[in-house]
């Protein structure tokens, strides 16, 4: 996987610790949907969504529509809901030893694969194995690095893994959940043939697979959650491109959208037979300010940059409404640990002229690197800060050209003076605050080297209780905020949008992600 498809794929990782689960709620009257009645049993589920761009393998996927195949049949120990909480699945508790860096996961009992084979804790060491084998050219393997290596997985008892880990790692339960999306639980014998022997102990059972056209899935009878799921099975339609799917959803050629474009489909929520569920993400686009050169080696040149843009315009013009305004710290609004009294930094002309005076300039010119999905943004961002007098040239590369190069001296994405990337929602800060803003991280574009910063994120991943986290991730935000060597104006949201009048039950995820498990007709 190269670094384009690690910075854009849905990958997640880490939260916050859990120490005990609560198991999985069963009552109807707890669904989505509950206030019109029970679920209603029986129906096909017909979802749209683009042809996935390479093999659906669990162990090497990373696109949305993969993914979504995959997690219909698959299962992970812990399934991540759409607030970023931990929801036991095949693993019904996990415990902490050694100050978080072993980790005891009790699994479910008496859950079955679709073929009768049971889940043991063998099985679910040999999936990680898999994971963790560099020659399995496994897309988690970014995820773990650092925390979880091979050799570190091993049987407690017949239904109990343990993890050791490299070091304490307190968020570590969401690298084993569908916060990292690869980390599915697949039969010791499985070869990498998913499409033609899809062995899973998910909700549906994969009864065909054609590359060009689509998916159907029919409903799991041994899955392990007695009553679910409700529909008689899925069925996915691959579209090229995506106003050809949400033309198919307004026509009736499908009931849903895997992967729903906020801009396309929030507009047409509560038009006739189309809604939109939308939920907040940790998805963000990031303008990186080089630190260690002129103009952005002054603080105050950041801070002017940052003072000279209007948040709530961008969300709305960018991130189509949906999603939460940025105050230029990497503890994204959905995160638990996310600070409470930051104030929100917002457009302030005369704080602009001021910081800039103070730095010295009379004027501040400037060049912005970007690839083409970021056009839109780079273009508000040059329009917005020519108000406030700053001048935004503007540099479009393609996007092989903005992620070419060498990463360690000339690849434009890491080296420019001022850049826009994506960067794909995680589940915890240190997925982003490691490798962007650490001292020496891997993608750190903005150059920065702070040893308060360092030493903050280092205390987070090493807390040892909810407030110790909360403090460490208040720190890292408080730093962040000053020091502005990233601007984060927004982070973005996701839609999903289905057919209200045949089902209900149909939910966004900030990563995409599917559960199709409590889908009933309406």
Same mark, same amino acid.
Request: proline fraction near 7%.
């Given at each position: 996987?190269?670094?384009?498809?690690?910075?854009?794929?849905?990958?997640?990782?880490?939260?916050?610790?859990?120490?005990?689960?609560?198991?999985? &709620?069963?009552?109807?009257?707890?669904?989505?949907?509950?206030?019109?009645?029970?679920?209603?049993?029986?129906?096909?589920?017909?979802?749209?969504?683009?042809?996935?761009?390479?093999?659906?393998?669990?162990?090497?996927?990373?696109?949305?529509?993969?993914?979504?195949?995959?997690?219909?049949?698959?299962?992970?120990?812990?399934?991540?809901?759409?607030?970023?909480?931990?929801?036991?699945?095949?693993?019904?508790?996990?415990?902490?030893?050694?100050?978080?860096?072993?980790?005891?996961?009790?699994?479910?009992?008496?859950?079955?694969?679709?073929?009768?084979?049971?889940?043991?804790?063998?099985?679910?060491?040999?999936?990680?194995?898999?994971?963790?084998?560099? &020659?399995?050219?496994?897309?988690?393997?970014? @995820?773990?690095?650092?925390?979880?290596?091979?050799?570190?997985?091993?049987?407690?008892?017949?239904?109990?893994?343990?993890?050791?880990?490299?070091?304490?790692?307190?968020?570590?339960?969401?690298?084993?959940?569908?916060?990292?999306?690869? &980390?599915?639980?697949?039969?010791?014998?499985?070869?990498?043939?998913?499409?033609?022997?899809?062995?899973?102990?998910?909700?549906?059972?994969?009864?065909?697979?054609?590359?060009?056209?689509?998916?159907?899935?029919?409903?799991?009878?041994?899955?392990?959650?007695?009553?679910?799921?409700?529909?008689?099975?899925?069925?996915?339609?691959?579209?090229?491109?995506?106003?050809?799917?949400?033309?198919?959803?307004?026509?009736?050629?499908?009931?849903?959208?895997?992967?729903?474009?906020?801009?396309?489909?929030?507009?047409?929520?509560?038009?006739? &037979?189309?809604?939109?569920?939308?939920?907040?993400?940790?998805?963000?686009?990031?303008?990186?300010?080089?630190?260690?050169?002129?103009?952005?080696?002054?603080?105050?040149?950041?801070?002017?940059?940052?003072?000279?843009?209007?948040?709530?315009?961008?969300?709305?013009?960018?991130?189509?409404?949906?999603?939460?305004?940025?105050?230029?710290?990497?503890?994204?609004?959905?995160?638990?640990?996310?600070?409470?009294?930051?104030?929100?930094?917002?457009?302030?002309? @005369?704080?602009? @002229?001021?910081?800039?005076?103070?730095?010295?300039?009379?004027?501040?010119?400037?060049?912005?690197?970007?690839?083409?999905?970021?056009?839109?943004?780079?273009?508000?961002?040059?329009?917005?800060?020519?108000?406030?007098?700053?001048?935004?040239?503007?540099?479009?590369?393609?996007?092989?050209?903005?992620?070419?190069?060498?990463?360690?001296?000339?690849?434009?994405?890491?080296?420019?003076?001022?850049?826009?990337?994506?960067?794909?929602?995680?589940?915890?800060?240190?997925?982003?605050?490691?490798?962007?803003?650490?001292?020496?991280?891997?993608?750190?574009?903005?150059?920065?080297?702070?040893?308060?910063?360092?030493?903050?994120?280092?205390?987070?991943?090493?807390?040892?209780?909810?407030?110790?986290?909360?403090?460490?991730?208040?720190?890292?935000?408080?730093?962040?905020?000053?020091?502005?060597?990233?601007?984060?104006?927004?982070?973005?949201?996701?839609?999903?949008?289905?057919?209200?009048?045949?089902?209900?039950?149909?939910?966004?995820?900030?990563?995409?992600?599917?559960?199709?498990?409590?889908?009933?007709? @309406?």
């Amino acid at each position: 996987m190269d670094r384009r498809q690690l910075l854009s794929g849905a990958g997640l990782a880490g939260l916050a610790v859990v120490l005990k689960a609560c198991g999985v &709620a069963s009552d109807p009257a707890a669904e989505p949907g509950a206030a019109s009645g029970a679920p209603k049993r029986g129906g096909v589920l017909r979802a749209g969504s683009p042809p996935p761009p390479t093999a659906v393998d669990p162990v090497t996927m990373y696109d949305g529509t993969a993914i979504a195949i995959v997690q219909l049949v698959a299962e992970y120990l812990i399934w991540l809901d759409q607030d970023f909480k931990l929801v036991p699945r095949l693993a019904e508790s996990w415990q902490p030893a050694d100050g978080g860096k072993r980790w005891t996961f009790k699994l479910r009992p008496g859950v079955t694969f679709s073929d009768g084979t049971p889940l043991d804790a063998e099985t679910v060491k040999a999936s990680f194995d898999r994971l963790l084998d560099p &020659a399995s050219k496994s897309a988690a393997l970014s @995820a773990f690095a650092t925390v979880l290596k091979a050799g570190g997985v091993r049987v407690a008892t017949p239904d109990s893994v343990e993890f050791t880990l490299e070091r304490p790692f307190s968020d570590f339960p969401y690298l084993v959940s569908a916060g990292n999306y690869n &980390a599915l639980i697949l039969k010791r014998d499985y070869a990498g043939d998913f499409t033609k022997a899809a062995v899973g102990t998910g909700p549906f059972v994969l009864k065909s697979y054609n590359a060009s056209t689509g998916a159907v899935f029919a409903r799991n009878e041994k899955y392990w959650d007695a009553g679910r799921p409700y529909l008689d099975g899925v069925e996915i339609k691959f579209y090229a491109d995506d106003q050809a799917d949400l033309l198919a959803l307004q026509g009736g050629d499908i009931d849903a959208q895997i992967l729903s474009r906020p801009d396309l489909a929030k507009p047409l929520a509560g038009t006739g &037979a189309i809604a939109a569920d939308t939920v907040k993400g940790t998805g963000v686009t990031v303008l990186t300010l080089r630190t260690d050169q002129a103009p952005f080696d002054r603080k105050e040149v950041r801070q002017a940059v940052a003072y000279g843009l209007g948040r709530p315009a961008i969300l709305d013009s960018i991130g189509s409404g949906v999603g939460d305004l940025g105050n230029d710290h990497l503890i994204a609004p959905l995160f638990p640990a996310a600070p409470a009294g930051l104030p929100q930094r917002a457009l302030d002309r @005369a704080k602009v @002229a001021e910081l800039l005076k103070t730095a010295g300039l009379t004027e501040l010119r400037f060049t912005l690197t970007f690839e083409p999905p970021a056009k839109d943004y780079a273009v508000t961002i040059q329009n917005q800060l020519q108000q406030v007098g700053i001048t935004v040239e503007l540099d479009q590369r393609s996007s092989k050209d903005f992620y070419g190069g060498d990463q360690s001296k000339d690849t434009p994405w890491l080296n420019t003076a001022a850049n826009l990337v994506g960067w794909a929602g995680r589940a915890v800060p240190s997925q982003l605050v490691i490798p962007m803003v650490k001292s020496g991280g891997t993608w750190n574009g903005s150059k920065y080297a702070n040893p308060a910063l360092d030493a903050a994120a280092d205390a987070y991943d090493t807390a040892a209780t909810d407030a110790d986290r909360k403090a460490a991730a208040a720190t890292v935000a408080k730093i962040l905020h000053e020091d502005v060597p990233v601007i984060i104006a927004y982070w973005s949201g996701a839609v999903r949008a289905y057919n209200p009048r045949k089902f209900r039950g149909v939910r966004a995820h900030p990563a995409q992600y599917v559960d199709f498990s409590t889908v009933s007709k @309406a």
